[in-house]
């Protein structure tokens, strides 16, 4: 019943007139598991999500009428590192996107589950690089400019995509827009409310883990533009999670805008509800000032 479910949902939230292909990161056994077993399950929320992803795979949306910038951009959505909230921000986002012409790949990176992995804190980054491997070596077939690839994460997602701005090792993000990102896993920006530092490094992590995985401490010259967006009142990941980047960010002179709604709390994906605001419109403009997207 689940599964039917979930793929109503999928085709309910998806274009026809986009074109989409699944693809799994690894052959065989993914590296870091210690059992090739597909654990995952939909579950019902006003959201929808998917909990117990063992299974790591890219899904990508290539619009009918490419953008000729030929802009793409690697989508991680959110869930704590426990579960992905991957409808609204991940596959109903890159519908949005291909509409403009972006090229997007949605990320349906793997979950923590206790006893399923050597060490979980390496397996969402490890995810990441090989989904890039795979949009690379790709480049061609799917019309894409490897130098117009960015980044938007959500929550957990936007830890992750954060991560890969600050330490970009084989990739450099020709842009990253985060929303209501958990950046910091240092105790006094972490909400007592949250889940992710914990499902990523367990209940006691070091010192040295907290400031590794806090992207607001990595924060170079170089970095391509950001754009960040939050809430004031967000009680799941606070604020100043955003504001500590966005401090960082302008210290080290890097373009940078932020959107901080009044009011709107966690996980409002696309739409704040509480402010009924759509904010894809102003990062599309945002794109297109940055000479992401090609002006029309």
């Known amino acids: 019943m689940y599964r039917l479910i979930f793929i109503f949902l999928f085709l309910l939230i998806n274009n026809q007139g986009f074109s989409q292909t699944e693809i799994k990161l690894y052959e065989g056994l993914p590296p870091g598991n210690l059992k090739n077993e597909n654990k995952e399950v939909y579950v019902k929320t006003a959201r929808g999500r998917l909990d117990s992803v ?157 400031i590794e995985y806090s992207s607001e401490l990595h924060v170079s010259p170089g970095i391509n533009p950001c754009l960040i967006i939050h809430a004031q009142d967000d009680g799941g990941v606070l604020v100043q999670n955003s504001l500590e980047f966005y401090n960082s960010l302008l210290k080290h002179k890097v373009k940078a805008q932020m959107l901080i709604y009044q009011e709107g709390g966690h996980g409002f994906a696309l739409h704040n509800k509480v402010q009924d605001d759509y904010w894809l419109p102003m990062a599309i403009n945002w794109l297109r000032f940055n000479k992401i997207l090609i002006n029309k």
């Open 54 to 210: 063992t299974i790591p795979s890219i899904t990508v949306y290539r619009p009918e009428k490419p953008d000729p910038s030929r802009a793409t951009v690697i989508i991680c959505p959110g869930g704590g590192y426990r579960n992905l909230s991957i409808f609204d921000a991940g596959y109903q986002l890159a519908s949005e996107l291909n509409k403009v012409g972006i090229t997007a790949i949605v990320l349906k990176y793997r979950t923590q589950i206790d006893g399923f992995y050597k060490d979980y804190s390496k397996i969402p980054l490890q995810d990441f690089d090989a989904a890039y491997e795979i949009v690379k070596n790709n480049a061609l077939n799917w019309d894409i400019d490897l130098n117009k690839i960015g980044v938007i994460g959500f929550s957990a997602g936007g830890h992750l995509a954060a991560m890969r701005t600050v330490y970009n090792n084989n990739f450099k993000p020709a842009f990253s827009i985060l929303v209501y990102p958990a950046i910091s896993f240092m105790d006094e920006l972490t909400s007592k409310k949250t889940v992710t530092r914990k499902y990523l490094l367990g209940d006691n992590p070091s010192e040295a883990q907290k």
